[in-house]
């Protein structure tokens, strides 16, 4: 039988020699390298603003707790959404951020970063009796 060490060696050895530049040269043949990004709304814009309104009755939302918040800013850096969702109010970074939350995915990635705990997830009506 031999020692299984080994054998997994020689599979993995053989595994990075052949099957690998064979599996990349196979992948190069699906590039398409004039591909170009379409950024258009899959829908109208009246349904986006209909998706909205619904994500907004429906999704839990995070929401800061202002006496928690030391202004950091982390919240805001961290949105991965541009223009960002969670941002200072006019610039003004002497109180805690807002949000927007028209723009907001609902990633709750400002709720894992924040470094005070200062942002819960508020539920809504409508969250709180599909998802409980
Ligand atoms: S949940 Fe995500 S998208 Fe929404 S404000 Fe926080 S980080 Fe930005
Ligand atoms: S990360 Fe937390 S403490 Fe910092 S600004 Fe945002 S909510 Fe306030």
Same mark, same amino acid.
């Given at each position: 039988?031999?020692?299984?060490?080994?054998?997994?060696?020689?599979?993995?050895?053989?595994?990075?020699?052949?099957?690998?530049?064979?599996?990349?040269?196979?992948?190069?043949?699906?590039?398409?390298?004039?591909?170009?990004?379409?950024?258009?709304?899959?829908?109208?814009?009246?349904?986006?603003?209909?998706?909205?309104?619904?994500?907004?009755?429906?999704?839990?939302?995070?929401?800061?707790?202002? +006496?928690?918040?030391?202004?950091?800013?982390?919240?805001?850096?961290?949105?991965?959404?541009?223009?960002? +969702?969670?941002?200072?109010?006019?610039?003004?970074?002497?109180?805690?951020?807002?949000?927007?939350?028209?723009?907001?995915?609902?990633?709750?990635?400002?709720?894992?970063?924040?470094?005070?705990? +200062?942002?819960?997830?508020?539920?809504?009506?409508?969250?709180?009796?599909?998802?409980?």
């Amino acid at each position: 039988m031999g020692n299984p060490s080994a054998r997994i060696c020689e599979d993995s050895e053989k595994l990075l020699e052949e099957v690998i530049p064979h599996t990349l040269q196979d992948i190069e043949d699906y590039i398409c390298n004039d591909f170009e990004v379409v950024r258009k709304p899959p829908f109208p814009e009246s349904h986006g603003r209909f998706r909205i309104f619904l994500k907004n009755r429906i999704s839990p939302k995070p929401t800061i707790n202002k +006496a928690l918040c030391t202004n950091c800013g982390t919240c805001v850096r961290l949105c991965p959404v541009t223009p960002r +969702a969670v941002d200072w109010f006019n610039g003004d970074k002497s109180c805690s951020p807002s949000y927007d939350y028209s723009r907001c995915i609902r990633c709750f990635c400002c709720q894992e970063v924040c470094p005070e705990s +200062a942002i819960y997830i508020k539920e809504t009506l409508l969250s709180s009796i599909f998802f409980h």
